[in-house]
C-alpha cells in the first residue's frame, strides 16, 4: 500500500489540528515596533543542533535586551550577544552566524526584510546558501515561515518519517525529498493554500516525531499512523 503525502498530511491535521508554526511573540514587536520576521530568522539560526525550549530562552534574553531587531544585533558587542543567546548552545558560532547575516542585510538592504523578500524564490534561496551558516534547512524556514514563499521544509524528521512510511520514495536526500513533497502537494492543494499547507505540514511532522517516531524506539503502539506505517505493517 502507496500513502501520499496529502492523505498523511490530512491524517495529521485531524489528529493533531493546526499547531500554528512559526511561534512569534507578536505582542513584542507590536509594542517595539519591530518586524517579527526577524525573530523568525534568529530562531532559525538558534534551533540548528539544539531544542527549541533553549531557543525560548535566548530569544527571552534578546527582548529583554530589546536586541531582537537588524539593526541592534549588527552594532551589538560580540560578547553582549553571546552571554544572550548562550541557551541555544553553539553560541560562539551562533553569535557569528547572526552578526554576519544581520549586516549584510544592513548593508545590502538598509535593513529592510520586505526588500529580501519580494525577488524570486530561487534568487533568495541562492543570495540565503550564499551566507555562511546558512544550510539548506535554515534558507528554506527562512523562506517558508519569514518570507512567506512556497518551499517545503526538509528536516531529519521529514527523512527519518519518509524512510518510514509507505511513500513512493526512498532517498535521503534533501533535495529529493523535497521535490517529492512539493510535487505531491502541489497537484492536490490550491496555490493560494500552498504556503499554510506547507508550514502547518512540516509543523505536523515534527509533532508525530517528538511524541512518537522517535529515533531509536518509535512508540508505534500508540502511534496514531500504526496501522498506515510501513514499519508495522
Ligand atoms: S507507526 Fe511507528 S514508525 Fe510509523 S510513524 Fe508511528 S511511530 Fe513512526
Not at 83 to 96: D, E, H, L, V, Y
Request: glycine share 4%; proline share 3%; aromatic share 12%.
Amino acid at each position: 500500500m502507496i500513502i501520499s503525502p496529502k492523505t498523511l498530511y490530512d491524517i495529521l491535521l485531524n489528529t493533531f489540528g493546526q499547531q500554528h508554526w512559526w511561534p512569534i511573540d507578536e505582542k513584542y514587536h507590536l509594542e517595539q515596533n519591530s518586524d517579527p520576521r526577524f525573530e523568525i530568522i534568529v530562531g532559525a539560526f538558534l534551533t540548528q543542533n539544539t531544542a527549541w525550549t533553549n531557543v525560548e530562552k535566548a530569544l527571552n534574553n534578546l527582548k529583554r535586551q530589546k536586541a531582537l531587531t537588524i539593526h541592534k544585533i549588527a552594532h551589538i558587542k560580540d560578547k553582549s550577544l553571546k552571554t544572550m543567546i548562550q541557551p541555544s548552545g553553539f553560541f560562539n558560532q551562533k553569535a557569528k552566524r547572526l552578526k554576519l547575516f544581520s549586516t549584510y542585510m544592513e548593508k545590502k538592504y538598509k535593513g529592510d526584510l520586505q526588500k529580501l523578500f519580494s525577488q524570486e524564490t530561487s534568487e533568495i534561496r541562492h543570495e540565503l546558501l550564499s551566507l555562511k551558516g546558512v544550510g539548506l534547512e535554515t534558507a528554506d524556514s527562512i523562506l517558508l515561515y519569514a518570507g512567506n514563499h512556497a518551499v517545503f521544509v526538509v528536516d531529519s524528521y521529514t527523512k527519518r518519517i519518509s524512510q518510514r512510511f509507505p511513500f513512493l520514495i526512498s532517498s535521503t536526500s534533501y533535495e529529493e525529498i523535497q521535490i517529492f513533497f512539493e510535487n505531491e502537494l502541489a497537484s492536490t492543494i490550491s496555490k493560494k493554500e500552498i504556503v499554510s499547507a506547507y508550514r502547518e505540514f512540516h509543523a505536523l511532522l515534527v509533532k508525530l516525531a517528538k511524541e512518537y517516531c522517535w529515533k531509536d524506539k518509535p512508540n508505534c503502539t500508540i502511534c496514531p499512523l500504526t496501522t498506515l506505517c510501513k514499519k508495522c505493517l
